[in-house]
């Protein structure tokens, strides 16, 4: 099964706001109320910052949401900060107990 | 605190086998699935296995069916990924990772252990 597509980069200011979409099929990010999202500075561990589409971890910040329509996903990070400059990929169930991953896409923050 | 630490990682010549293992604390180990997801060097995140909590039920990618296994003692609180007929391409980081109660998202991830194979 081929990798749910993402941008490989956006940027933005600090104070600005951006969005990265992550789009599969009908048999993955379509299908299941089941994405999330994970963000990963260099050489650092994954960390979960949104599940089931549009929840937040508890210590995760509310700057940070999620939302889907149809295929497509999206991760929305509003009042950019210098820290938030990482990779970040979502994930989606995809039946038969299997999970894949976006691509991840590198967010610079000017 | 969920503690998840990974060990057994390093160089191996290709089609050889390493065995990883990554030990759990700081909650209920066998209430969980746990997974196995890795990153080559440069790369995305790709998922690689996951088991159930009882360890009655066990999936993986197409890319490692039939070379890598994966395996938990409860009684340890120890997950591990069994690795044959290892390629070039396995090269990667590899995370230990606990899914979620739903299972369908990682909710605590290990540091992670490189694997490089090559000759």
């Known amino acids: 099964q081929s990798a749910l597509t993402q941008p490989a980069s956006v940027s933005g200011s600090p104070g600005q706001s951006i969005t990265i979409s992550c789009t599969g099929t009908s048999s993955d990010v379509g299908g299941y109320n089941s994405v999330s999202w994970y963000q990963q500075h260099p050489g650092k561990a994954p960390k979960l910052m949104i599940f089931?589409?549009?929840k937040r971890p508890s210590g995760v910040s509310n700057r940070f949401s999620g939302s889907k329509s149809g295929n497509t996903a999206s991760l929305t990070i509003s009042g950019l900060q210098a820290e938030d400059e990482a990779d970040y990929y979502c994930?989606?169930?995809?039946?038969?107990?299997?999970?894949?991953f976006g691509g991840g896409t590198k967010l610079t923050v000017l | 605190e969920v503690q998840l630490m990974e060990s057994g990682g390093g160089l191996v010549q290709p089609g050889g086998s390493l065995r990883l293992s990554c030990a759990a604390s700081g909650f209920t180990f066998s209430a969980y699935a746990m997974s196995w997801v890795r990153q080559a060097p440069g790369k995305g995140l790709e998922w690689v296995s996951t088991i159930s909590g009882s360890g009655g039920g066990t999936y993986s990618a197409d890319s490692v069916k039939g070379r890598f296994t994966i395996s938990r003692d409860n009684s340890e609180n120890t997950l591990y990924l069994q690795m044959n007929s290892l390629r070039a391409e396995d090269t990667a980081v590899y995370y230990c990772?606990?899914?979620?109660?739903?299972?369908?998202?990682?909710?605590?991830w290990g540091q992670g252990i490189l694997v490089t194979v090559s000759s």
């Open positions: 990772a606990k899914n979620s109660g739903t299972y369908d998202y990682f909710d605590y």
């Open positions: 994930c989606s169930y995809a039946g038969s107990s299997t999970l894949i």
């Open positions: 089931d589409v549009s």
